[in-house]
Nanobody
Framework: QVQLVESGGGLVQPGGSLSLSCETF????????MGWYRQAPGKQRELVAV???????DYADSVKGRFTISRDNAKRMVHLQMENLKPEDTAVYYC???????????WGQGTQVTVSS
């Protein structure tokens, strides 16, 4: 059974930092595009960052220079380091694993990030 388990969310003041982690079970993540998405109240889920199978990394414009995605294939984990957080970063953050060839997409349960003073 495939599972993605996020951790590391919480409450942080503007300008602060948080690190999110996603531990995976049941898949070999080196074969998957690993991404972080977020969904704020009343808004659609949006891509935050993605790490492809060939090492290519892409970020949403709104987080470039502040967020860093990384993956550890051996430990089956993906991380999102978030710096200089802003109130508009407040959302539920989801880990995603997508296999482009098999067209399979798995999601974690989400972790809440709240940026507020």
């Amino acid at each position: 059974q495939v599972q993605l388990v996020e951790s590391g969310g919480g409450l942080v003041q503007p300008g602060g930092s948080l690190s999110l982690s996603c531990e995976t079970f049941g898949i070999i993540i080196s074969f998957y595009y690993m991404g972080w998405y977020r969904q704020a109240p009343g808004k659609q889920r949006e891509l935050v960052a993605v790490s492809s199978t060939d090492g290519t990394i892409d970020y949403a414009d709104s987080v470039k220079g502040r967020f860093t995605i990384s993956r550890d294939n051996a430990k089956r984990m993906v991380h999102l380091q978030m710096e200089n957080l802003k109130p508009e970063d407040t959302a539920v953050y989801y880990c995603s694993a997508e296999h482009k060839v098999w067209r399979r997409n798995y999601w974690g349960q989400g972790t809440q990030v709240t940026v507020s003073s």
